[in-house]
């Protein structure tokens, strides 16, 4: 049963102007650092990126807050988007601990990785909140990208595909009988829909006209959109 909605596994959003092309630059820089040190161990993976994949959101919804408070200002929604993008993430985390089991020398790297990210973060979003969230979807291509080629490792038997842990069934609304490939695929779902957030609050930064941002239909069905 495939629980995940569909999406768009091409996206990809070409760089215009410095600030696109320094995030893009960015990400491609860490998806090779990522790819050196982690290889084909995608559980792995997954552990130590998203740590650092649930700072943005906390991070652009705690700056937004203060800057809608001093300009006596709605945030058209934006905090309570970042703040779910922010569980969301934290609860991948949360699912992939139940799968594998970080080493010691791999939560080391998640105290120093998370701190240093989340230093740069914030002083990038206070710098350029545009090249920030341009930053977040660049990054959100890469997970997208690295979720398929976890369930290419699934499907052709190179990595076990174990019973969903009961913290994902009960997140996602999963059977008592999902698989870990299930839950890949829901988690890719996430990711597929903070890129296109994140590329859209980019583009309305920008001044231009932002795709519509959907919710989280397939496990939060009560959030609406951003407003106005």
Known sequence: MNYAPEIDLSIHHPPHGGSDRFALAATRLLRFIADTFFAKRYGHRAIVLETVAAVPGMVGAT??????????KPDRGWIRILMEEAENERMHLMTFLEVCKPTLFERLVVLVVQWLFYLGFFALYLLSPKTAHRLVGYFEEEAVISYTHYLAEIDAGRSANVPAPAIARRYWGLSDNATLRDVILVVRADEAHHRDVNHSFAADLGGKSPSAIAPY????????????
């Open 63 to 72: 700056l937004t807050h203060l800057r809608c408070l001093r300009q006596m």
């Open 217 to 228: 239909p397939w496990h939060a069905p009560e959030l609406d959109g951003p407003a106005g």
